[in-house]
Protein backbone atom coordinates (compact mmCIF):
# COMPACT_ATOMS: atom_id res chain seq x y z
CA UNK A 1 0.00 0.00 0.00
CA UNK A 2 1.43 3.03 -0.70
CA UNK A 3 0.86 6.99 -0.42
CA UNK A 4 -0.17 7.59 -3.80
CA UNK A 5 -1.73 11.34 -3.17
CA UNK A 6 1.28 11.84 -1.12
CA UNK A 7 4.09 10.81 -3.72
CA UNK A 8 1.63 12.43 -6.53
CA UNK A 9 2.42 16.00 -4.77
CA UNK A 10 5.84 15.63 -4.23
CA UNK A 11 6.18 14.72 -8.15
CA UNK A 12 4.77 17.61 -9.30
CA UNK A 13 6.46 20.14 -6.44
CA UNK A 14 3.23 20.73 -4.74
CA UNK A 15 3.41 21.60 -1.11
CA UNK A 16 3.37 18.79 1.10
CA UNK A 17 2.80 19.30 4.95
CA UNK A 18 4.07 15.95 7.22
CA UNK A 19 3.18 15.52 10.82
CA UNK A 20 4.80 12.84 12.98
CA UNK A 21 3.17 12.01 16.01
CA UNK A 22 5.01 9.87 18.29
CA UNK A 23 7.77 9.15 21.47
CA UNK A 24 11.08 9.84 21.49
CA UNK A 25 12.26 7.62 18.77
CA UNK A 26 9.97 10.31 16.78
CA UNK A 27 11.71 12.87 18.70
CA UNK A 28 15.27 11.89 17.61
CA UNK A 29 16.43 11.24 21.73
CA UNK A 30 20.39 11.81 21.92
CA UNK A 31 20.97 12.42 18.10
CA UNK A 32 21.90 15.32 15.64
CA UNK A 33 19.65 13.88 13.12
CA UNK A 34 16.61 11.51 13.64
CA UNK A 35 14.58 9.81 10.86
CA UNK A 36 12.73 13.09 9.73
CA UNK A 37 16.01 14.82 9.18
CA UNK A 38 16.68 11.35 6.92
CA UNK A 39 13.39 11.05 5.05
CA UNK A 40 13.43 15.13 3.91
CA UNK A 41 16.90 14.45 2.06
CA UNK A 42 15.61 11.18 1.11
CA UNK A 43 13.04 12.59 -0.41
CA UNK A 44 14.48 15.46 -2.00
CA UNK A 45 16.78 12.85 -3.63
CA UNK A 46 14.24 11.59 -4.98
CA UNK A 47 11.91 13.83 -5.66
CA UNK A 48 13.50 16.90 -7.15
CA UNK A 49 10.98 19.02 -7.08
CA UNK A 50 9.30 18.39 -3.78
CA UNK A 51 8.48 20.58 -1.44
CA UNK A 52 7.63 19.21 2.08
CA UNK A 53 7.31 20.87 5.50
CA UNK A 54 7.98 18.22 8.21
CA UNK A 55 6.51 19.11 12.13
CA UNK A 56 7.87 16.51 14.43
CA UNK A 57 5.05 15.86 17.32
CA UNK A 58 7.34 13.55 19.03
CA UNK A 59 7.41 13.37 22.90
CA UNK A 60 10.30 11.25 24.85
CA UNK A 61 8.48 8.85 27.10
CA UNK A 62 4.69 9.23 25.32
CA UNK A 63 1.99 6.76 24.86
CA UNK A 64 -0.52 6.31 22.48
CA UNK A 65 -2.99 7.31 24.69
CA UNK A 66 -0.28 11.02 25.59
CA UNK A 67 -0.40 11.05 21.41
CA UNK A 68 -4.78 10.71 21.31
CA UNK A 69 -5.05 13.35 24.09
CA UNK A 70 -2.71 15.86 22.46
CA UNK A 71 -4.13 14.70 18.24
CA UNK A 72 -6.27 17.91 18.12
CA UNK A 73 -3.72 20.65 19.11
CA UNK A 74 -0.66 18.57 17.70
CA UNK A 75 -2.04 17.18 14.51
CA UNK A 76 -5.32 18.16 12.98
CA UNK A 77 -5.44 21.95 13.71
CA UNK A 78 -2.18 21.63 11.26
CA UNK A 79 -4.61 20.28 8.40
CA UNK A 80 -1.47 17.81 7.46
CA UNK A 81 -1.51 16.07 3.80
CA UNK A 82 0.15 13.39 5.60
CA UNK A 83 0.34 11.72 9.10
CA UNK A 84 3.06 9.36 10.90
CA UNK A 85 2.35 7.79 13.86
CA UNK A 86 4.97 5.54 16.05
CA UNK A 87 4.05 4.05 19.39
CA UNK A 88 4.36 0.96 21.10
CA UNK A 89 7.36 0.66 23.34
CA UNK A 90 6.75 3.36 26.18
CA UNK A 91 2.95 1.14 25.73
CA UNK A 92 4.72 -2.26 26.39
CA UNK A 93 6.36 -1.48 29.27
CA UNK A 94 4.29 0.37 31.07
CA UNK A 95 1.69 -1.55 31.98
CA UNK A 96 -1.12 -1.29 29.18
CA UNK A 97 -2.22 -4.20 27.52
CA UNK A 98 -2.04 -5.01 23.65
CA UNK A 99 -5.77 -4.68 23.09
CA UNK A 100 -6.05 -1.22 24.91
CA UNK A 101 -3.15 0.02 23.30
CA UNK A 102 -4.38 -1.26 19.70
CA UNK A 103 -8.09 0.36 20.46
CA UNK A 104 -6.19 3.76 21.31
CA UNK A 105 -4.39 3.53 18.01
CA UNK A 106 -7.55 2.65 16.08
CA UNK A 107 -9.09 5.35 17.69
CA UNK A 108 -6.32 8.14 16.42
CA UNK A 109 -6.94 6.96 13.09
CA UNK A 110 -10.40 7.24 13.24
CA UNK A 111 -10.11 10.55 14.69
CA UNK A 112 -7.82 11.77 11.76
CA UNK A 113 -9.76 10.39 9.63
CA UNK A 114 -12.66 12.21 10.42
CA UNK A 115 -10.82 15.60 10.89
CA UNK A 116 -8.24 15.59 8.26
CA UNK A 117 -8.22 14.36 4.50
CA UNK A 118 -4.58 13.34 5.34
CA UNK A 119 -3.06 10.06 4.36
CA UNK A 120 -1.88 8.18 7.45
CA UNK A 121 0.76 6.06 8.01
CA UNK A 122 1.40 3.61 11.04
CA UNK A 123 5.30 2.70 12.02
CA UNK A 124 6.57 0.11 14.30
CA UNK A 125 9.88 0.57 16.26
CA UNK A 126 13.09 -0.96 16.73
CA UNK A 127 13.44 -4.59 17.57
CA UNK A 128 14.74 -5.39 21.11
CA UNK A 129 17.23 -7.60 21.15
CA UNK A 130 16.46 -10.06 24.27
CA UNK A 131 14.02 -12.76 24.40
CA UNK A 132 11.40 -11.41 26.94
CA UNK A 133 11.11 -7.66 26.01
CA UNK A 134 11.57 -8.97 22.39
CA UNK A 135 8.02 -10.68 23.30
CA UNK A 136 6.46 -8.23 24.49
CA UNK A 137 7.29 -5.50 21.44
CA UNK A 138 6.04 -7.72 19.60
CA UNK A 139 2.93 -8.90 21.02
CA UNK A 140 2.11 -4.30 20.93
CA UNK A 141 3.90 -4.49 16.98
CA UNK A 142 0.92 -6.96 16.02
CA UNK A 143 -1.08 -4.90 17.42
CA UNK A 144 -0.37 -1.76 15.06
CA UNK A 145 -0.57 -4.27 11.85
CA UNK A 146 -4.01 -5.34 13.07
CA UNK A 147 -5.21 -1.35 13.51
CA UNK A 148 -3.68 -0.86 9.88
CA UNK A 149 -5.82 -4.02 8.87
CA UNK A 150 -8.64 -3.08 10.41
CA UNK A 151 -8.79 0.76 9.10
CA UNK A 152 -7.36 -0.54 5.83
CA UNK A 153 -4.02 2.20 6.20
CA UNK A 154 -0.31 1.08 5.16
CA UNK A 155 2.10 0.04 7.71
CA UNK A 156 6.11 -0.05 7.86
CA UNK A 157 7.67 -3.09 9.87
CA UNK A 158 10.95 -0.88 10.95
CA UNK A 159 11.36 -3.79 13.30
CA UNK A 160 11.55 -6.24 10.66
CA UNK A 161 13.83 -4.04 8.33
CA UNK A 162 16.21 -3.82 10.49
CA UNK A 163 16.26 -7.91 11.99
CA UNK A 164 17.20 -8.11 7.96
CA UNK A 165 19.73 -5.69 8.00
CA UNK A 166 21.16 -7.58 11.35
CA UNK A 167 20.58 -10.78 10.05
CA UNK A 168 22.57 -9.33 6.44
CA UNK A 169 25.54 -8.59 9.17
CA UNK A 170 24.78 -4.99 10.21
CA UNK A 171 26.02 -5.36 14.27
CA UNK A 172 23.08 -4.22 16.42
CA UNK A 173 25.40 -2.51 18.08
CA UNK A 174 26.18 0.09 15.89
CA UNK A 175 22.13 0.81 15.42
CA UNK A 176 21.34 1.48 18.57
CA UNK A 177 22.74 3.83 21.92
CA UNK A 178 24.02 2.30 25.43
CA UNK A 179 20.51 1.66 26.46
CA UNK A 180 19.78 -0.81 23.73
CA UNK A 181 16.77 1.19 22.23
CA UNK A 182 17.18 4.70 20.86
CA UNK A 183 19.14 4.23 17.84
CA UNK A 184 21.81 5.80 16.80
CA UNK A 185 22.64 8.00 13.56
CA UNK A 186 22.96 4.78 11.74
CA UNK A 187 19.76 3.78 13.16
CA UNK A 188 17.68 6.60 12.30
CA UNK A 189 18.49 6.09 8.76
CA UNK A 190 17.89 2.63 8.56
CA UNK A 191 14.54 3.70 10.29
CA UNK A 192 14.28 6.64 7.38
CA UNK A 193 15.19 3.60 4.67
CA UNK A 194 12.19 1.29 5.98
CA UNK A 195 10.20 4.01 5.15
CA UNK A 196 10.85 5.31 2.14
CA UNK A 197 9.74 2.00 0.74
CA UNK A 198 6.10 3.50 0.65
CA UNK A 199 7.51 6.44 -0.98
Known sequence: MKL?????KLK???????????DSLTYGWLVRKGYLDFINEMI??????????????????DTAEGGLA?????????????????????????????????NTMVTIVEKLKA??????????????????????AE???HSILTAADME???VVQVHRYWGKKISAGIDFKKLVQADQ????????????????EVF
Open 4 to 8: NKSID
Open 12 to 22: KGEQLTLVALG
Open 44 to 61: KDRYPKSKIAITNRGIPG
Open 70 to 102: RLEHDVIDLNPDLVMIQFGLNDAFSGISPEKFE
Open 115 to 136: GTESEILLLTSVPIMNGHGNFI
Open 139 to 141: QFY
Open 152 to 154: NVP
Open 181 to 196: VHPTLEGYRLIAEAIM
